[in-house]
């Protein structure tokens, strides 16, 4: 597998993601043994339940220090500042961030802080991934009919690595529906694991809600689980009208996306998000930071 590059939005610098456990990922993902251990074993439940347990535990809060040395995470910006005050690694984990922490940008935003990629029409995906064409949006999505409302239209992917903030927000305002569950395996949704293939989005459990707006039509929000992810909590009030930047939900310990789609014709992405992609590379976003307007502006 090949070294994964990102963008820096902010400075337009290439850098080289540091991806937690790559030789194993490889192994998994890339040798014959190791697929065979990943069917087997560690795509299922008992391992992320095991691991969640010992995220969930005291035991684990002595994790702490380090992970916030080595990832250079800025707790100034947190509720909690004191690392002494978690009770877990999951309690750290899913920490909640100052009010103001995040800006709210025009147009529609981000809705985590991480990686983006994003594609302008569905057909662009293929060129991408080595894989590509193998994923499948009625699959997916675990709804024939549904499906065809987006099969034309735009898709964002927001991936989020283990050092990132793991609570997720509405990327516009509108009304939110309830979230409806599709059970499913618990792959690894690291770029190694992904480069490879998008089905992985076909196989993980996920869930999946409508964000009816006025302005960008109706936006699908998934939520797509992952090894270690035992557990996707969602925080809104379904069939509610919520605010662009409120919090939906949050992830417990591992690394987790979110899937964006639109209806065609009704958004477009900013510039420098298509171009990226086109180079084969994710671009790095934050909760609130603009990455689409109407396609009508």
Same mark, same amino acid.
């Given at each position: 597998?090949?070294?994964?590059?990102?963008?820096?939005?902010?400075?337009?610098?290439?850098?080289?993601?540091?991806?937690?456990?790559?030789?194993?990922?490889?192994?998994?993902?890339?040798?014959?043994?190791?697929?065979?251990?990943?069917?087997?074993?560690?795509?299922?439940?008992?391992?992320?339940?095991?691991?969640?347990?010992?995220?969930?535990?005291?035991?684990?809060?002595?994790?702490?220090?380090?992970?916030?040395?080595?990832?250079?995470?800025?707790?100034?910006?947190?509720?909690?500042?004191?690392?002494?005050?978690?009770?877990?690694?999951?309690?750290?984990?899913?920490?909640?961030?100052?009010?103001?922490?995040?800006?709210?940008?025009?147009?529609?935003?981000?809705?985590?802080?991480?990686?983006?990629?994003?594609?302008?029409?569905?057909?662009?995906?293929?060129?991408?991934?080595?894989?590509?064409?193998?994923?499948?949006?009625?699959?997916?999505? $675990?709804? *024939?009919?549904?499906? @065809?409302?987006? =099969?034309?239209? %735009?898709? /964002? !992917?927001?991936?989020?690595?283990?050092?990132?903030?793991?609570?997720?927000?509405?990327?516009?305002?509108?009304?939110?529906?309830?979230?409806?569950?599709?059970?499913?395996?618990?792959?690894?949704?690291?770029?190694?694991?992904?480069?490879?293939?998008?089905?992985?989005?076909?196989?993980?459990?996920?869930?999946?809600?409508?964000?009816?707006?006025?302005?960008?039509?109706?936006?699908?929000?998934?939520?797509?689980?992952?090894?270690?992810?035992?557990?996707?909590?969602?925080?809104?009030?379904?069939?509610?009208?919520?605010?662009?930047?409120?919090?939906?939900?949050?992830?417990?310990?591992?690394?987790?996306?979110?899937?964006?789609?639109?209806?065609?014709?009704?958004?477009?992405?900013?510039?420098?998000?298509?171009?990226?992609?086109?180079? $084969?590379? *994710?671009?790095?976003? @934050?909760?609130? =930071?603009?990455? %689409?307007? /109407? !396609?009508?502006?």
């Amino acid at each position: 597998m090949e070294t994964i590059k990102y963008i820096e939005r902010a400075s337009g610098e290439v850098k080289t993601e540091n991806v937690p456990g790559e030789r194993m990922l490889k192994w998994l993902y890339a040798s014959g043994s190791g697929k065979a251990a990943l069917n087997l074993l560690f795509k299922r439940k008992i391992v992320s339940a095991m691991g969640g347990w010992y995220m969930n535990s005291r035991l684990s809060a002595k994790r702490i220090p380090k992970f916030v040395n080595e990832h250079r995470i800025n707790l100034n910006e947190c509720e909690i500042s004191n690392i002494q005050h978690f009770k877990s690694f999951n309690d750290f984990f899913y920490r909640k961030l100052k009010p103001g922490a995040r800006p709210l940008e025009e147009g529609v935003v981000s809705p985590a802080d991480g990686k983006i990629l994003a594609f302008q029409a569905m057909n662009d995906i293929p060129s991408f991934f080595i894989k590509g064409s193998e994923f499948n949006l009625p699959t997916f999505l $675990g709804d *024939e009919s549904l499906s @065809k409302k987006y =099969e034309a239209g %735009a898709m /964002a !992917i927001v991936r989020l690595a283990p050092a990132d903030y793991h609570r997720y927000h509405f990327p516009a305002s509108g009304k939110a529906s309830e979230s409806h569950k599709i059970n499913g395996h618990y792959y690894s949704v690291s770029p190694l694991a992904l480069r490879g293939s998008l089905k992985i989005f076909c196989e993980n459990k996920r869930e999946h809600c409508t964000l009816s707006t006025e302005d960008f039509g109706d936006i699908m929000i998934v939520d797509v689980g992952a090894t270690m992810v035992g557990s996707i909590i969602q925080t809104y009030e379904a069939n509610s009208k919520v605010n662009k930047g409120d919090e939906k939900g949050y992830f417990a310990f591992g690394g987790s996306t979110l899937v964006l789609l639109f209806e065609k014709g009704t958004i477009t992405f900013d510039a420098d998000l298509i171009e990226n992609m086109k180079k $084969g590379m *994710e671009t790095t976003v @934050k909760v609130g =930071e603009k990455i %689409a307007s /109407a !396609i009508n502006q």
